[in-house]
């Protein structure tokens, strides 16, 4: 047994110079796509090969199937590392990389179909005995079919995408009267983002804790799980912040949640690295929320805390070595924090492409930036708006806000707009010190303040 030769990674910016770098470090050659308008990005430099898979456009080139198989087939690659997002989580691309020949660096495309089916996946665990949301069995297929759930399980409820993700597809519904439109309105965003409409209804948990956990599951039917993460700090169901270990996390909550994500992984017959999503209530309850079958945006938390390298391990994995970690061995060691660094206003949350006219990294023990931005390159607007990822690691989680709040305020970058501010604001807020925090505090600490009576 013997790991690739060459691995092609199928997409772009901060997550293809991190897949590359671990190539590098296990001595496997590695090859760069690229659309037009990232021709001079900085993966397509420190690859060993690159090549251009077509235009700006992301059907065109990062999510073209053919393009990317055809790239692999011209460069003899053996393996293809999706990343997250773009085709990371498309059966159709699993499946097409193992009739061509070529391994794909993830769970099985029936995995993955099941990690996309939020509604299905929701009955498969709740056959297993991981507890779920109380709610719909399966999709509802009308709005009174919603409305009949809502009245038996309770209002607020929230209506999702059965194929949904990034909080697209999902609306909370307060009262019976909203109902209609909000299913109507949930149905239209599903089919425009996913080209799917189905919908399933949850109970809506209120304060709520958005906790998930990492684990790796090779081809021989051992699984682990590398401890938890909290990702509650979020806009809109999108995540700014996350850290490991969870603020509230205790040894006996870990290892609960901890069991229930390698059940929830042995359920599906899972192989290599995914995550298994939960709500937690402020009692502390668990319930199962969504699969996700892909390496995560937050995976550096988790690689400081536990000392693993997830992406050599998802290439060992894919290669069929089988793991060499013992849940038993496993530790999880001070604290880490991850700041999503955005091109955006950090006020209204917009977009703001353009050229970085100026770049000072932060750096110091404990620090890690994952980037692909550099003096002079330009930030496309095409693409998700994601500049880099500051992470740092703590004897403990004060020591690690302290280094996160001297980071950021060494983070220089000049010629566009970032979320900078934004995490600084965050991370001087006493609720968030405390660890006295929801899914809910990005809204409260940007609402405006109550009038005072006088």
Known sequence: ???????????????????????????????????????????????????????????????????????????????????????????????????????????????????????????????????????????????????????????????????????????????????????????????????????????????????????????????????????????????????????VASEKFRKKIGEYAVKAARAVKYKNAGTIEFIVDTEGNIYFMEMNTRLQVEHPVTEFVSGVDIVKEQIRIAAGFPLELKQTKIKISGHSIECRINAEDPERFIPCPGKITFLALPGGPGVRVDTAAYNGCVIPSHYDSLVAKLIVHGKDRAEAIMKMKRALDEFIIEGIKTTIPFHKKVLNDPDFFNGNFNTGFVEKMNAPAEPVNR
């Open 1 to 247: 047994m013997k790991l690739f030769r060459k691995i092609l990674v199928a997409n772009r910016g901060e997550i293809a110079v991190r897949i590359i770098r671990a190539c590098k470090e296990l001595g496997v050659k590695t090859v760069a796509v690229y659309s037009d308008v990232d021709r001079e990005s900085l993966h397509t430099k420190i690859a060993d090969e690159s090549i251009c898979v077509g235009p700006a456009s992301t059907a065109q080139s990062y999510n073209n199937i053919p393009s990317i198989l055809t790239a692999a087939e011209i460069t003899d690659s053996e393996a293809i590392h999706p990343g997250y997002g773009f085709l990371s989580e498309n059966p159709h691309f699993a499946e097409a990389c193992l009739t061509s020949g070529i391994t794909f660096i993830g769970p099985s495309a029936e995995s993955i179909r099941l990690g996309g089916d939020k509604a299905k996946a929701r009955q498969v665990m709740k056959r297993r005995g991981v507890p779920v949301v109380p709610g719909s069995d399966g999709p509802v297929v009308s709005e009174e079919a919603a409305l009949k759930t809502a009245k038996r399980i309770g209002f607020p409820v929230i209506i999702k995408a059965s194929a949904g993700g990034g909080g697209r597809g999902m609306r909370i519904v307060r009262a019976e009267e909203e109902l209609e439109k909000l299913y109507f309105m949930a149905q239209r965003e599903a089919l425009t983002a996913f080209g799917n409409g189905e919908l399933y209804v949850e109970k809506f948990i209120p304060e709520m804790r958005h906790i998930e956990v990492q684990i790796l599951a090779d081809t021989k039917g051992n699984i682990i799980h590398l401890g938890e993460r909290d990702c509650s700090i979020q806009r809109r169901h999108q995540k700014l912040i996350e850290e490991s270990p969870s603020p």
